[in-house]
């Protein structure tokens, strides 16, 4: 069971990282096999670093013999993904926006249908448009086909939407909380729905 994190930050070792990184390791003691992937990095060698829909249907050329290619091939293998992203003005940031947008090539594969997902959003100040991010993010995730659960746990409540977090994220210890439950939640269903995915194989 793989479970892999997408920091849609521009910053390696930011707030994002660091609630997804907790949120992993949850997950890792669950059992589970972990990967995180930088946004900025599979697109740092694009030449063109957001979609122009080149083809339709996708032919992933972007992704071919590059970085971005590694990351979408880890994310074929993914039973789940926990997805995180900076507040930028009360949605997503660019760079997670563009990495989504040339997943068209997965969605044609059905590559994500049935992955369980998740949601991590970090915001400036504490009402800071983490919950209106993480909308934007299940809708990125459904049009995939993906499943979504909260940051919810049978030996704790049942959640809420995801983890809401707010700068500096290691000073935020309700996050980081709720993103260890959203962690072993994302493994516990991830192994549950194991038979949905064999269409992957």
């Given at each position: 069971m793989l479970?892999?994190?997408?920091?849609?930050s521009?910053?390696?070792?930011?707030n994002?990282?660091?609630?997804?990184?907790?949120g992993?390791?949850?997950a890792?003691?669950?059992?589970?096999e972990?990967?995180?992937?930088h946004?900025?990095d599979?697109?740092?060698?694009?030449?063109i670093?957001?979609?122009?829909?080149?083809s339709?249907?996708c032919?992933?050329?972007c992704?071919?013999?590059?970085?971005?290619?590694e990351a979408?091939?880890?994310?074929?293998?993914a039973?789940?993904?926990?997805?995180g992203?900076p507040v930028?003005?009360?949605?997503?940031?660019?760079?997670?926006?563009a990495?989504?947008d040339?997943?068209r090539?997965?969605?044609?594969?059905?590559?994500?249908y049935n992955?369980?997902g998740?949601?991590v959003?970090?915001g400036g100040?504490?009402?800071?448009g983490?919950?209106?991010t993480?909308k934007?993010?299940?809708?990125?995730?459904?049009?995939q086909?993906?499943?979504?659960?909260?940051?919810?746990?049978?030996?704790?409540d049942?959640?809420?939407?995801?983890s809401?977090?707010q700068?500096?994220?290691?000073?935020?210890?309700?996050?980081i909380a709720?993103?260890r439950?959203?962690?072993?939640?994302l493994?516990?269903?991830a192994?549950?729905?194991a038979?949905l995915?064999?269409?992957?194989?």
């Amino acid at each position: 069971m793989l479970i892999v994190g997408i920091n849609g930050s521009p910053k390696k070792e930011g707030n994002t990282a660091f609630l997804l990184r907790e949120g992993l390791a949850a997950a890792a003691g669950a059992g589970a096999e972990t990967a995180l992937i930088h946004v900025a990095d599979a697109l740092a060698d694009q030449k063109i670093p957001y979609c122009t829909q080149c083809s339709n249907p996708c032919r992933g050329a972007c992704s071919r013999n590059n970085a971005l290619g590694e990351a979408f091939d880890l994310l074929r293998r993914a039973d789940g993904i926990l997805l995180g992203s900076p507040v930028y003005f009360g949605s997503v940031s660019a760079q997670l926006k563009a990495f989504w947008d040339k997943s068209r090539v997965l969605r044609k594969e059905k590559a994500l249908y049935n992955v369980v997902g998740a949601g991590v959003a970090v915001g400036g100040s504490r009402f800071g448009g983490q919950e209106t991010t993480l909308k934007a993010l299940f809708d990125m995730m459904l049009i995939q086909g993906m499943m979504i659960v909260g940051d919810g746990f049978i030996e704790a409540d049942c959640g809420h939407q995801g983890s809401c977090g707010q700068a500096p994220a290691e000073k935020d210890e309700f996050a980081i909380a709720r993103v260890r439950l959203t962690g072993r939640r994302l493994a516990e269903v991830a192994a549950a729905t194991a038979p949905l995915r064999r269409h992957r194989l």
